[in-house]
């Protein structure tokens, strides 16, 4: 079953686990069964039938598209977080800073992570 981490503005919602296992085949069916043991989580995850503006999704480390119709493998970790966006060079013509170059969308592994 996926592995969902939950951000700590979340933890009261599920008594402090910062992780959660849930069945689903879905970042939908994910949520859903979030909200079922956790009452007021979709609210916080979703607006309508989609991810809230200002969240991004990420599936085993890499950033994707925000869709809850996005499918999720048996042993995926989900991370919710808050999307970054970039800005604009005040000196450039209006691309944003860093146009055209590639940059890491990936986010450490729960099952990697080294505590401080």
């Not at 951000?7 to 402090?16: D, E, F, I, Q, V």
């Not at 991370?79 to 590639?102: E, Q, Y």
């Amino acid at each position: 079953m996926p592995t969902v981490a939950i951000p700590s503005l979340l933890r009261h919602l599920t008594k402090g686990a910062d992780s959660i296992t849930v069945p689903g085949a879905t970042v939908r069916e994910v949520i859903d069964n979030l909200e079922a043991r956790y009452p007021g989580m979709k609210a916080r995850l979703c607006e309508e039938d989609r991810i809230k503006p200002g969240l991004a999704v990420y599936i085993n480390g890499l950033l994707t598209r925000g869709s809850i119709l996005e499918r999720v493998d048996a042993d995926a970790e989900i991370h919710f977080l808050p999307a970054i966006g970039g800005g604009i060079d005040a000196a450039s013509t209006g691309k944003p800073k860093n146009w055209g170059k590639r940059v890491s969308t990936e986010i450490p592994s729960l099952r990697d992570s080294r505590r401080f």
